[in-house]
């Protein structure tokens, strides 16, 4: 499985070869958060790479700037940054996804120094006023890197950018679904590394690599050893190896409502029309997280949908310690699953992987919970 390899060893670092050879020829901008329309940063030529903190293992520096009260994942970010593990950067785009974020972002324009920095204003709620508003920060975004890097985004661009990038997402989609059947080619913790690798590799060289990948796994033997099929979904989750506990212990990740799993590609890009307005329909009304507010319905309805579609014994939620919106969104989870009979186990967690003997003791029960109902 050698591509499937190539996609695992590049999650496991934030950066790779791709960043190396792409910073001979140009510019890379990290951003925050997947609500940030990549494709405008691409039809400029410049490579986007989402923010990850992979390989952070204490926050001393960044400890001086944000309390121990703030989400971990925006403290080791910001410790990478300080540490100067982000050089390759030219830029960052942030955008208020969430406090946490939008403090970390107040650190990072004051103590990081970063050439180019942007903050997008994304609404809350989904609305046409909203719309506009949103089209209007994407319009604000698209001048300001014209602008910062002396280059023009023509539509034309704009287009080819949005056409590659629905190409990814159909592709990552149908890897994505054939996790449906009784014996999946790839695992989660698998999964997962193709989604967190993907984001920091140009498109049209991971759309031969998905391409790729799928021609390998017509072959592979499928996982049938396991206990349950399990969904997991709450927080920020870029950690192949958190996943891989749950999977040790014969609980398969078979589906996710994460912002580093189908939520990044489920919906697409109209390429028909405007293409800034296109960008702001997608980006505000695509698979809803915790930060939307009236959204609630339709994420328990995405999960449910899933859990049919895919076959799923029990729900994983998992959040971040001081995660206020995934807090809440936890809190209802539990008990409207409750409700539909779908086991539920909630795990809080940090960034920097810890407690992972609790955990295993934790999964270990539900998975016997689980075999109990088959009884
Ligand atoms: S995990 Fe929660 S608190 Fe942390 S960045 Fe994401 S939404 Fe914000």
Not at 222 to 229: D, L, P, V
């Amino acid at each position: 499985m050698k591509t499937l390899q190539l996609f695992i060893e590049a999650s496991h670092s934030i950066s790779n070869s791709w960043i190396d050879s792409w910073k001979d020829k140009g510019y890379i901008l990290g951003y925050f958060c997947t609500h940030v329309p990549e494709e405008v940063v691409y039809a400029a030529d410049i490579l986007p790479v989402r923010i990850r903190a992979t390989g952070c293992s204490e926050t001393s520096l960044a400890d001086a700037y944000l309390s121990s009260f703030n989400c971990s994942f925006v403290r080791c970010s910001l410790e990478m940054a300080l540490g100067k593990k982000y050089h390759f950067l030219d830029g960052v785009v942030s955008c208020n996804s969430c406090d946490h974020i939008r403090r970390g972002y107040d650190v990072w324009k004051h103590k990081v120094g970063i050439p180019y920095k942007h903050f997008l204003q994304v609404p809350r709620i989904i609305n046409d006023e909203a719309l506009g508003t949103f089209r209007h920060e994407i319009g604000g975004m698209k001048e300001s890197l014209e602008e910062y890097f002396n280059i023009d985004i023509s539509e034309e661009k704009l287009r080819e950018s949005i056409n590659v990038y629905n190409d990814v997402r159909k592709l990552m989609k149908e890897l994505y679904g054939t996790r449906k059947n009784g014996s999946p080619k790839i695992s989660g913790s698998e999964f997962m590394s193709v989604i967190t690798a993907s984001t920091a590799i140009p498109k049209h060289q991971l759309k031969l690599l998905l391409n790729q990948l799928l021609n390998e796994l017509v072959d592979r033997e499928g996982h049938s050893n396991y206990r349950a099929r399990l969904m997991i979904v709450g927080s920020f989750l870029d950690d192949p190896n958190y996943i891989q506990i749950i999977e040790n212990l014969g609980g398969l990740i078979v589906a996710d409502a994460l912002c580093y799993g189908s939520r990044y590609f489920w919906d697409l890009v109209e390429e028909k029309g405007d293409p800034i307005n296109n960008l702001a329909e997608r980006y505000l009304k695509k698979v809803p997280c915790a930060r939307m507010i009236g959204e609630h319905d339709n994420r328990i309805k995405y999960v449910m949908d899933t859990v049919k579609e895919f076959d799923v014994d029990g729900v994983v939620f998992q959040r971040m310690k001081f995660c206020d919106f995934w807090g809440g969104e936890c809190f209802m989870f539990r008990r409207e699953l409750k409700e539909r009979g779908i086991p539920f186990l909630e795990l809080e967690r940090e960034y920097i992987l810890s407690g992972v003997e609790a955990m295993k003791t934790r999964v270990q029960a539900f998975l016997e919970s689980i075999e109990a109902r088959r009884l």
